[in-house]
C-alpha cells in the first residue's frame, strides 16, 4: 500500500563562498577542528520541521511563495533528498514530473530517451516499446522524436516527459508547475489526460501558483511559509488563505 511519512523533516543546504566550493575542501585548509571548520559554513534551511502523512486517495496541493520550500519537499518524497533531521519514510512506485533532465540524455533522440526515461521510473524496455506510439501521438513531437534532445526547447522537453510518465500507473505522483513550460493549446488538450493520470495514481503532491489547476486536480492543500507547514485544509481554503494573505500589502 503506497504511503508518504514525514515526521519533523529538516533540510538544510551548506553554502560555500568562490574560494571553497566544497566541504572537503573547506575541512582539509580548517587550521583546527574540523567540526568547528565545517560549523563557520552558512547553513540555508529549505525545509523546517514538516510533518505530514499521507495515504491512498490523497491528492495535496502545495502552496506559497517562490521559496518557501516546495520544491525540496517535492524532493523530499521522491527520495531525491534526504532530510538533514527527521525522517521521511515513502513507499509505493513514485514517478517525478520536475527533474526534466534527470533521466534523459540530450544526446540521444527522443525516442532513445523515451525507454531511458522509463528505466528511470523502473519500467523495462519491453514494456515501454508498447506504449511509443501512444506517447508520440500525445507528445505531438513528430520529427523531433529522431532528432537530439538537445535541439528540444524546455516545453518539447516537458511535453516528452509528460507523454512518459502519463501512460503509466504510478502510485506516487510527484510533479510541479515546470509542465506550464509547454504552450496554452498542448496544455489544455493535456488536460483530461492529466486528470486521468491523477485518478490512476494512488498518492499525487503537485506544487503550483496556479489556483484553477489546484483546484481541478487536488482535494486538500498545503501552504508552506519559509520551508514551515502554515497550514493544511481543503484546496479552497487554503488557497482563499494564502490569496488573501499574498494581497495585503
Avoid at 178 to 194: E, H, K, P
Amino acid at each position: 500500500m503506497a504511503s508518504v511519512d514525514l515526521r519533523h523533516a529538516t533540510v538544510d543546504f551548506p553554502v560555500f563562498d568562490a574560494k571553497s566550493r566544497s566541504l572537503k575542501k573547506t575541512v582539509l585548509t580548517g587550521a583546527g577542528s574540523r567540526i568547528a571548520t565545517a560549523d563557520r559554513i552558512p547553513v540555508v534551511r529549505a525545509l523546517d520541521d514538516v510533518s505530514l502523512r499521507l495515504n491512498v486517495g490523497d491528492h495535496l496541493g502545495l502552496v506559497g511563495h517562490n521559496g518557501a520550500g516546495k520544491s525540496t519537499l517535492l524532493r523530499v518524497i521522491a527520495g531525491i533528498y534526504e532530510p538533514t533531521a527527521g525522517h521521511a519514510t515513502t513507499r509505493g512506485r513514485v514517478a517525478p514530473v520536475f527533474d526534466m533532465g534527470v533521466g534523459m540524455d540530450p544526446e540521444l533522440s527522443g525516442y532513445e530517451n523515451i525507454f531511458i526515461r522509463g528505466l528511470f521510473l523502473g519500467v523495462s524496455r519491453r514494456r515501454m516499446l508498447g506504449h511509443v506510439d501512444d506517447i508520440a501521438e500525445f507528445t505531438e513531437l513528430d520529427d523531433y522524436l529522431s532528432m537530439p534532445l538537445r535541439t528540444y526547447s524546455t516545453g518539447m522537453r516537458v511535453r516528452l516527459a509528460l507523454g512518459v510518465v502519463t501512460c503509466l500507473a504510478p502510485e506516487i505522483l510527484v510533479f510541479d508547475e515546470g509542465i506550464g513550460a509547454v504552450d496554452a493549446s498542448f496544455l489544455n488538450r493535456a488536460r483530461q489526460r492529466l486528470r486521468s493520470m491523477v485518478d490512476r495514481a494512488g498518492i499525487m503532491i503537485f506544487a503550483s501558483h496556479s489556483e484553477q489547476m489546484l483546484l481541478d486536480l487536488c482535494d486538500r492543500a498545503l501552504w508552506l511559509d519559509g520551508g514551515r507547514i502554515r497550514a493544511v485544509g481543503t484546496a479552497r481554503e487554503i488557497l482563499d488563505g494564502y490569496t488573501t494573505q499574498s494581497r495585503t500589502p
